[in-house]
């Protein structure tokens, strides 16, 4: 039986069937602030991904470490990271989102419910379709590098690492790499890639129960 105290309440309100909805909007919601409310709602008419505690650091992140532009692999509806990220950069008032889907019909939706009922998030978010980080060069170019990426997209370990090995030589001092499922067998390459690497310092990590893994990682160069 679902109740207040159950692990789904650290996930998000898109995972609830009706009557968990019912007991979220009756006995939970009335006893959270408003900011744990936004992060487990979202948007509450478009799908989203990501448990609370894992949507609040990405957020934070983005005004922690005001990157230019952000850089996102894994669109899927836009209801998740994708919703997340670009508040941020609303709430600043600066900066932009260019996030890549492979899904024909997951960009689409994304992009035409950004543009019909977020407004505010759309004046920071580009939809891009495709499944190759090379399509960001434009815009990569225009910054002059790269200061923020979010890796969410690829489900073959060997894929993230290479989407990580598309953006490594375009990072500069400061530069913030996220990446979702680090817990997983998805990002078992790039795990220890980063891990391993001194020249990468681990800001934020959430494991289980509040997270299926997520990472903050900022790029530290030695000086000498």
């Not at 609370?52 to 692999?73: F, G, K, N, Q, S």
């Not at 609303?90 to 890549?100: F, I, N």
């Not at 690497?197 to 494991?207: G, N, S």
Request: hydrophobic share 40%.
């Amino acid at each position: 039986m679902l109740s207040p105290n159950s692990p789904v309440f650290r996930h998000n309100y898109h995972e609830l069937d009706d009557f968990g909805r019912i007991l979220y909007m009756v006995a939970v919601k009335p006893k959270w602030d408003a900011r744990r409310q936004f992060f487990f709602e979202g948007c509450r008419d478009l799908a989203g991904q990501m448990y609370v505690a894992e949507r609040m650091a990405l957020y934070d992140a983005i005004l922690r470490h005001r990157p230019r532009t952000c850089y996102e692999i894994g669109t899927f509806t836009g209801g998740g990271s994708t919703f997340f990220i670009s508040a941020a950069f609303r709430d600043l008032g600066a900066g932009r989102l260019v996030t890549l889907e492979t899904s024909r019909n997951h960009y689409l939706l994304a992009a035409s419910f950004y543009e019909q009922y977020l407004p505010a998030h759309k004046a920071h978010t580009t939809f891009i379709h495709g499944d190759r980080p090379e399509l960001f060069l434009p815009m990569i170019t225009e910054d002059g590098g790269v200061d923020c990426v979010f890796l969410d997209g690829a489900a073959e370990p060997a894929q993230a690492l290479e989407q990580f090995r598309f953006f490594e030589p375009r990072f500069r001092p400061g530069s913030v790499v996220m990446c979702h499922d680090w817990d997983l067998d998805k990002q078992e390459a790039l795990r220890p890639h980063l891990e391993s690497r001194r020249d990468w310092v681990q800001e934020v990590r959430l494991t289980d129960p509040d997270s299926v893994g997520f990472v903050v990682y900022v790029h530290r160069p030695d000086p000498g």
